[in-house]
C-alpha cells in the first residue's frame, strides 16, 4: 500500500534537539507531509534558501547561535510566503507574531496549525 502526500507538501522542522526534531518529523511524515529536517537556523536557511517546495517551517525558539525566531525573521524575508509554526518549552514575554505551541503539544494541535499554515502557503 503507497502512501499519499498531501499536494506533495514539503515542510521542514527546526530544532536542536534532535528527539524534538525526530518526533515532530515522523509524526508529520506519518500524516503525509514531506519533512526536511535542520538542527540549526543556518542549516534551516539553506534549505528554505535551495528548496522553493517547502511551504512550512516549524522551529524551536531556543537554538544556540540564531533563535527560532530570528530564524523565522529571516526566512520570511527571503521567502515571504513561507509559513511559520514556533515551538518551545519556554514562555516568552515578548510578541510573537507566528502561530505558537508550547512543548509538550498535543500532536493533533500541531497538525491542524500545519494545515492551516499549508492552506496559506
Do not use: C
Not at 12 to 33: E, H, K, M, T, W
Request: aromatic letters at 6%.
Amino acid at each position: 500500500m503507497s502512501r499519499t502526500r498531501p499536494n506533495g507538501a514539503k515542510l521542514i522542522v527546526v530544532d536542536d534537539d534532535q528527539d524534538v526534531r525526530s518526533v515532530v518529523a515522523g509524526f508529520l511524515s506519518d500524516a503525509g507531509y514531506w519533512v526536511l529536517q535542520a538542527e540549526d537556523g543556518a542549516r534551516a536557511l539553506v534549505l528554505i534558501t535551495d528548496d522553493p517546495s517547502l511551504r512550512v517551517m516549524i522551529s524551536d525558539i531556543r537554538m544556540p547561535e540564531m533563535s527560532g525566531i530570528e530564524l523565522a525573521e529571516e526566512a520570511v524575508r527571503r521567502r515571504p510566503k513561507l509559513g511559520i509554526i514556533l515551538i518551545s518549552g519556554v514562555t516568552y514575554q515578548q510578541p510573537i507574531h507566528w502561530p505558537f505551541l508550547m512543548k509538550p503539544f498535543r500532536m493533533s494541535r500541531l497538525g491542524d496549525l500545519v494545515a492551516r499554515e499549508m492552506g496559506r502557503a
